[in-house]
Every structure is written in structure tokens, then in C-alpha cells.
């Protein structure tokens, strides 16, 4: 579906809702900002816009009863029917609830219902009453139209309901708002009655022409609902549903224990992982997990499937049970699937902390007083820079550090960890620490780079820009400067850097795999050149990139961490001899 004309649609049906229940058309900021929090954001956090919290409301009532109809025990419909014969519509083959969604604004003085306010008339029989009770005429002259899977004869039972967010405030409420059965018995000996003697009252309808009244009209209520209000008031429930975000967490609680009813040993091996991980304890907040992600697909799809009033497919409007529980159980194995990327990604993360808080121990350990600033300055800016991305929409940051350190890819993926693969990021993030140390001003490049690119300058000097790859010792120097070498000629991001950038090659394995002591073919074979000692040399290497050997590193380390030294990074006579030492050629 198209996003455009999907956030245009609720766009109208916000300015709609708000002038009918509003009176007033909101700004163009404001419904903008509505359909925002809807779709892509969380619903109960629309900030000021409290008065539009209503048209919220009516999606959570119609979802809510869309879980309702999944336990069995609680529920008699197959069928929700969400803003075709009132906001919502319970329906099966013998009986149909309508339910009208009434809100009053939660952060206002008059939160509670009273009976005047259910039975206030403007221009006739319009009421929250009167439409909720005149659904049933309009129903069964509608009968053959109504887009359902059931089978409606005319001898069905029918239910009446407000769903509010509001409580009552008027005792001659009380029996409706306890009347849970939709079979009040005793309305006729309620001293306190009154809303039966109002909906009898007659309303006089003016006729004008041209803002004169030329005539009146008189409509009595019995006469349209074929009905007397008592027999509608016996049948008529006024449910409190709590504030947005109590029913939000009560569809939450249902859902939570439907998946954990229907889960079963699905959820065992990831349970079981989030348990050795400590990222959630219990069941509880396992499911709720699930049942949260569960949540916000069903509002978006019910969105979806109803956002145009000119529906060409009224069947659109209906959800019956087979789909919705069809739909749930793919989005949970969504949410197993997100969950299990969830735990990967904290344990991705976890291992940069545990190496930003090593290194900090280290430095205030072992390192030169005149150094420690710098040092934990660079270090925290690094973990600042890595947090920022994930904040910023990069959920996949640590995961895209790792392949481009180890793999030279930028796949989101976890990358595949051994045991010692710790030691070797915290030793790049260490080498990364140093040569940033020299910067006042430093970025890490967050592009669809396949190396892993920083950069740093002071001042308007210009970008030095540094990239590594550690080796892990899997490969020799030589065997790593092709393979960087290859990929940095399919990465299209640094074929577009126009300037150089220097390459360090780290945990290089210094093992030959045959030593000339122990080779067969030497007394047979005279040698004349020793390859593995020039194979550096030979590698036709891109004028742009200068490789530097991690010796380099290590040498800054053991001279600047020398008890002697008083210098630190931000000395201009050191940053010079930095600058000197990696334009030196390796020998």
C-alpha cells in the first residue's frame, strides 16, 4: 500500500473526527503529527495533542475486542466490525453488539458521565443514546447488505454498549455500568430513572427556509426504533474501559496470555537464549514482548484495511476470527524472529562495553598521567559516536563495526564470534583509540563502506582518514593487503574518496606455514628469492591507500607511555612526529 495516500486518508478521517467530536478542524501540524504517532511511532505518547487521543481510542475498542473474540470462554462473536454499522460491531449467526466509542479528554476537569450528557439532543434524535439504540432500525433494513460471513436470520439476540474511557458520575448510572450481562431485569424500580422518561420526550424539529422557521416537526423516539426505551435499556451496557493507556495494556495482558496458550515449544530455544543472556527473566516479560510487537502489526493493519471511507470492498471492514488468529501467528514467529535479533544484537553490544570499560581500567591503571585525559576522552567519544547511531535509527551499528573490522563487509548480520574475538576488538578499539587521540576533531563514517572508515584533523588542516582490518591471525600481511586491496575496489564508497587514507592491518598471523628448515624440496631446489620476505613489495598497490603495520601503533604506545614522557596527544611537536611516522614507508 501506498504510505502517501495512506497518511492522506487518516488525514481526512482526523480533520473528520475532530469536527464532528471537536468541533474544530485541527492544524495541519497537528492531524500530521496524529497520523505520525499512529503509524510509526507509540500511539499513547501524542504529547499536547491530547483531544485527538479519542480517535486513538476507537482503534484500541475495536482491537480490543478483535482478542476478546480469540478466548473462547469470554466470547460469543466471530466477527468485528469496525466503522461501518456504528464505531464498532460484534456479530454471529444469533446475536450482534453495536458499540459506540465515546471519549472525554483525560487530562480535563469533567472526566466523568453523567446522565444528561448521554441524552443531550442538538438537532433530533441525536444523542449518544439515540444513535447507539437507532443502529437496530438501521440494521435490520440493511440486513442484506451487511458484508459478513454469517448467517443473520431475525431471530438474533442484540447488545447495546458504550465503551468510555470516562467513569459515571450519577448514581442512576451505576445499574447500567455493572450491567455486563446486557440483561438488566429491574430497570422499571430504579427511583433514581431517568433516561427512559428522556428518550420518550418528543423533539420539536424546526423547518427553515432561507433562516426562517416555516414549520416543526415532531419525532418521537419509539416511533423510529420500533422499540420502547426501556427494552433498549434493558440490553444496554456502559463499559468504563479505562484510560488509553490502561486499555492499551489490557489488550497487551490478553494477547500476552493468547501467546502463551498458543506459543507452546515454539518460544523454547528463544526463551532459552534470553535467559542465559539475561535480557529478560521470566515468562511475563517474554510474552509481553511478543504480544507488544503482535500489537502494533494488528493496529496497523486494522489502519490499513480501513483508513478509506469509500471503501470499494466493504469486507474490508470486517475481521473475523480465522484471519486475525492466521495473522497472529505469523507476526509471532515475527516477534520470535525480531526477539532472537534482539538478544544477538545485545550480545554485540555487550562485548563493546565490556571492551570500553576494560580500556578505561587499563588507562587509569597503566598509562602515563599526562596521557589519561586524552585517552578517556577519545575512548568515550568512540562509545558516544557508536550509542549516537543506534539512537539515530542504526540498531545494526555494532553488528556493521564487527563485519567491517573482521570480514570487510558491511553486513547487519551478527558476525560470527570466537571465543578470542573479543581480545581482538578490544585491541582494534585500543589502536582506533590511539590515532584518534592526535584529533581534536574526529568522525567515524557511518556510509555503506565495506572497510571501517574514522577520520580526524585539528583545526583547517585537512581530514586524515584511517581505516582497519584485523587479520584476527588467520592471514599473513601480504594475504590481507590483497584481500583489502579487492574489496576496496567494489566498495563504491571508498572508490569515491578522492583522497588517501591509511590502512592498518592488525593480529596478522606471523607463522609461515612451511619453515625452509623443514622443506622437502631444498636440497633438490636451490632457493634464490624468499617470497614471503618481499611479498609486500610485489602487491601492486593503490597510490591511495598507505597500509601501516600495527608495530606503528605499538610503538606510540611504548614511547609515549614511557614514565619520561610529559608530552600529551594535543602537543604539536607530537602530533608532528605522528603524522611523520605514518607517511614513513614500512621496511
Same mark, same amino acid.
Given at each position: 500500500?501506498?504510505?502517501?495516500?495512506?497518511?492522506?486518508?487518516?488525514?481526512?478521517?482526523?480533520?473528520?473526527?475532530?469536527?464532528?467530536?471537536?468541533?474544530?478542524?485541527?492544524? %495541519?501540524?497537528?492531524?500530521?503529527?496524529?497520523?505520525?504517532?499512529?503509524?510509526?511511532?507509540?500511539?499513547?505518547?501524542?504529547?499536547?495533542?491530547?483531544?485527538?487521543?479519542?480517535?486513538?481510542?476507537?482503534?484500541?475498542?475495536?482491537?480490543?475486542?478483535?482478542?476478546?473474540?480469540?478466548?473462547?470462554?469470554?466470547?460469543?462473536?466471530?466477527?468485528?466490525?469496525?466503522?461501518?454499522?456504528? +464505531?464498532?460491531?460484534?456479530?454471529?449467526?444469533?446475536?450482534?453488539?453495536?458499540?459506540?466509542?465515546?471519549?472525554?479528554?483525560?487530562?480535563?476537569?469533567?472526566?466523568?458521565?453523567?446522565?444528561?450528557?448521554?441524552?443531550?439532543?442538538?438537532?433530533?434524535?441525536?444523542?449518544?443514546?439515540?444513535?447507539?439504540?437507532?443502529?437496530?432500525?438501521?440494521?435490520?433494513?440493511?440486513?442484506?447488505?451487511?458484508?459478513?460471513?454469517?448467517?443473520?436470520?431475525?431471530?438474533?439476540?442484540?447488545?447495546?454498549?458504550?465503551?468510555?474511557? &470516562?467513569?459515571?458520575?450519577?448514581?442512576?448510572?451505576?445499574?447500567?455500568?455493572?450491567?455486563?450481562?446486557?440483561?438488566?431485569?429491574?430497570?422499571?424500580?430504579?427511583?433514581?430513572?431517568?433516561? &427512559?422518561?428522556?428518550?420518550? @420526550?418528543?423533539?420539536?424539529? *424546526?423547518?427553515?427556509?432561507?433562516?426562517?422557521?416555516?414549520?416543526?416537526?415532531?419525532?418521537?423516539?419509539?416511533?423510529?426504533?420500533?422499540?420502547?426505551?426501556?427494552?433498549?435499556?434493558?440490553?444496554?451496557?456502559?463499559?468504563?474501559?479505562?484510560?488509553?493507556?490502561?486499555?492499551? %495494556?489490557?489488550?497487551?495482558?490478553?494477547?500476552?496470555?493468547?501467546?502463551?496458550?498458543?506459543?507452546?515449544?515454539?518460544?523454547?530455544?528463544?526463551?532459552? %537464549?534470553?535467559?542465559?543472556?539475561?535480557?529478560?527473566?521470566?515468562?511475563?516479560?517474554?510474552?509481553?514482548?511478543?504480544?507488544?510487537?503482535?500489537?502494533?502489526?494488528?493496529?496497523?493493519?486494522?489502519?490499513?484495511?480501513?483508513?478509506?471511507?469509500?471503501?470499494?470492498?466493504?469486507?474490508?471492514?470486517?475481521?473475523?476470527?480465522?484471519?486475525?488468529?492466521?495473522?497472529?501467528?505469523?507476526?509471532?514467529?515475527?516477534?520470535?524472529?525480531?526477539?532472537?535479533?534482539?538478544?544477538?544484537?545485545?550480545?554485540?553490544?555487550?562485548?563493546?562495553?565490556?571492551?570500553?570499560? !576494560?580500556?578505561?581500567?587499563?588507562?587509569?591503571?597503566?598509562?602515563?598521567?599526562?596521557?589519561?585525559?586524552?585517552?578517556?576522552?577519545?575512548?568515550?567519544?568512540?562509545?558516544?559516536?557508536? %550509542?549516537?547511531?543506534? $539512537?539515530?535509527?542504526?540498531?545494526?551499528?555494532? !553488528?556493521?563495526?564487527?563485519?567491517?573490522?573482521?570480514?570487510?563487509?558491511?553486513?547487519?548480520?551478527?558476525?560470527?564470534?570466537?571465543?578470542?574475538?573479543?581480545?581482538?576488538?578490544?585491541?582494534?578499539? @585500543?589502536?582506533?583509540?590511539?590515532?584518534?587521540?592526535?584529533?581534536?576533531?574526529?568522525?567515524?563514517?557511518?556510509?555503506?563502506?565495506?572497510?571501517?572508515? @574514522?577520520?580526524?584533523?585539528?583545526?583547517? !588542516?585537512?581530514?586524515?582518514?584511517?581505516?582497519?582490518?584485523? &587479520?584476527?591471525?588467520?592471514?599473513?600481511?601480504?594475504?590481507?593487503?590483497?584481500?583489502?586491496?579487492?574489496?576496496?575496489?567494489?566498495?563504491?564508497?571508498?572508490?569515491?574518496?578522492?583522497?588517501?587514507?591509511?590502512?592498518?592491518?592488525?593480529?596478522? +598471523? *606471523?607463522?609461515?606455514?612451511?619453515?625452509?628448515?623443514?622443506?622437502?624440496?631444498?636440497?633438490?631446489?636451490?632457493?634464490?628469492?624468499?617470497?614471503?620476505?618481499?611479498?609486500?613489495? $610485489?602487491?601492486?598497490?593503490?597510490?591511495?591507500?598507505?597500509?601501516?603495520?600495527?608495530?606503528?601503533?605499538?610503538?606510540?604506545?611504548?614511547?609515549?607511555?614511557?614514565?619520561?614522557?610529559?608530552?600529551?596527544?594535543?602537543?604539536?611537536?607530537?602530533? !608532528?612526529?605522528?603524522?611523520?611516522?605514518?607517511?614513513?614507508?614500512?621496511?
Amino acid at each position: 500500500m501506498d504510505d502517501k495516500e495512506l497518511e492522506q486518508s487518516l488525514l481526512y478521517k482526523v480533520n473528520r473526527y475532530s469536527e464532528k467530536h471537536l468541533k474544530r478542524i485541527p492544524s %495541519e501540524e497537528e492531524a500530521r503529527c496524529a497520523v505520525r504517532y499512529l503509524l510509526h511511532e507509540d500511539p499513547d505518547d501524542l504529547g499536547g495533542l491530547t483531544a485527538l487521543r479519542g480517535f486513538v481510542y476507537q482503534y484500541y475498542v475495536a482491537i480490543h475486542y478483535m482478542i476478546e473474540m480469540l478466548h473462547e470462554e469470554n466470547a460469543w462473536w466471530s466477527e468485528v466490525i469496525f466503522e461501518f454499522l456504528d +464505531d464498532v460491531a460484534l456479530l454471529s449467526n444469533e446475536k450482534i453488539r453495536f458499540v459506540q466509542v465515546k471519549t472525554v479528554r483525560e487530562d480535563g476537569q469533567d472526566r466523568h458521565l453523567k446522565a444528561s450528557t448521554l441524552l443531550k439532543r442538538d438537532s433530533g434524535l441525536d444523542s449518544w443514546l439515540d444513535t447507539l439504540f437507532l443502529n437496530l432500525p438501521g440494521f435490520e433494513l440493511r440486513l442484506n447488505t451487511i458484508p459478513t460471513q454469517c448467517n443473520i436470520t431475525k431471530e438474533f439476540g442484540v447488545q447495546f454498549e458504550i465503551a468510555t474511557n &470516562a467513569s459515571y458520575d450519577n448514581k442512576g448510572l451505576k445499574c447500567y455500568a455493572q450491567n455486563d450481562t446486557y440483561q438488566l431485569s429491574d430497570i422499571g424500580n430504579i427511583k433514581d430513572e431517568n433516561l &427512559a422518561a428522556n428518550l420518550n @420526550k418528543s423533539f420539536i424539529k *424546526k423547518i427553515k427556509e432561507k433562516g426562517k422557521v416555516v414549520s416543526t416537526e415532531t419525532i418521537q423516539f419509539h416511533e423510529l426504533a420500533k422499540h420502547d426505551p426501556e427494552w433498549f435499556l434493558q440490553r444496554f451496557y456502559l463499559n468504563h474501559l479505562g484510560c488509553m493507556t490502561n486499555l492499551k %495494556e489490557k489488550i497487551i495482558g490478553k494477547l500476552s496470555d493468547y501467546c502463551k496458550r498458543d506459543l507452546g515449544s515454539a518460544k523454547k530455544v528463544v526463551h532459552a %537464549e534470553f535467559q542465559s543472556k539475561k535480557r529478560l527473566s521470566g515468562d511475563g516479560l517474554f510474552y509481553d514482548y511478543v504480544a507488544r510487537k503482535v500489537f502494533k502489526q494488528l493496529l496497523l493493519r486494522v489502519i490499513e484495511r480501513t483508513h478509506k471511507d469509500d471503501l470499494p470492498e466493504k469486507m474490508l471492514l470486517v475481521f473475523n476470527k480465522s484471519e486475525i488468529t492466521e495473522w497472529i501467528q505469523d507476526w509471532q514467529q515475527n516477534a520470535l524472529m525480531d526477539i532472537q535479533r534482539d538478544v544477538e544484537q545485545a550480545v554485540q553490544r555487550g562485548q563493546f562495553v565490556k571492551c570500553f570499560e !576494560e580500556l578505561r581500567e587499563e588507562i587509569d591503571a597503566s598509562w602515563n598521567t599526562s596521557l589519561k585525559v586524552d585517552l578517556i576522552n577519545t575512548l568515550g567519544w568512540m562509545y558516544d559516536n557508536l %550509542e549516537h547511531e543506534v $539512537i539515530n535509527g542504526n540498531p545494526y551499528v555494532y !553488528e556493521q563495526f564487527l563485519n567491517r573490522l573482521f570480514y570487510l563487509n558491511n553486513s547487519q548480520l551478527p558476525s560470527l564470534q570466537r571465543m578470542s574475538d573479543k581480545f581482538y576488538l578490544k585491541e582494534s578499539l @585500543k589502536y582506533m583509540m590511539i590515532c584518534l587521540a592526535f584529533y581534536p576533531d574526529r568522525n567515524f563514517l557511518f556510509h555503506d563502506a565495506q572497510l571501517l572508515f @574514522k577520520q580526524g584533523r585539528q583545526g583547517d !588542516e585537512a581530514w586524515s582518514i584511517f581505516t582497519m582490518y584485523n &587479520a584476527r591471525e588467520k592471514e599473513n600481511y601480504s594475504h590481507a593487503l590483497r584481500k583489502i586491496i579487492s574489496r576496496s575496489r567494489d566498495c563504491m564508497f571508498t572508490q569515491s574518496l578522492q583522497q588517501t587514507y591509511y590502512c592498518f592491518v592488525t593480529n596478522e +598471523d *606471523k607463522t609461515p606455514s612451511v619453515l625452509v628448515g623443514n622443506d622437502p624440496f631444498a636440497a633438490l631446489i636451490p632457493i634464490t628469492h624468499n617470497h614471503d620476505a618481499d611479498e609486500g613489495q $610485489i602487491i601492486d598497490q593503490p597510490q591511495h591507500i598507505k597500509f601501516q603495520n600495527q608495530d606503528k601503533i605499538n610503538l606510540i604506545i611504548n614511547r609515549f607511555n614511557d614514565p619520561a614522557n610529559f608530552r600529551t596527544f594535543s602537543d604539536h611537536q607530537m602530533r !608532528e612526529a605522528w603524522h611523520k611516522l605514518i607517511n614513513t614507508k614500512d621496511e
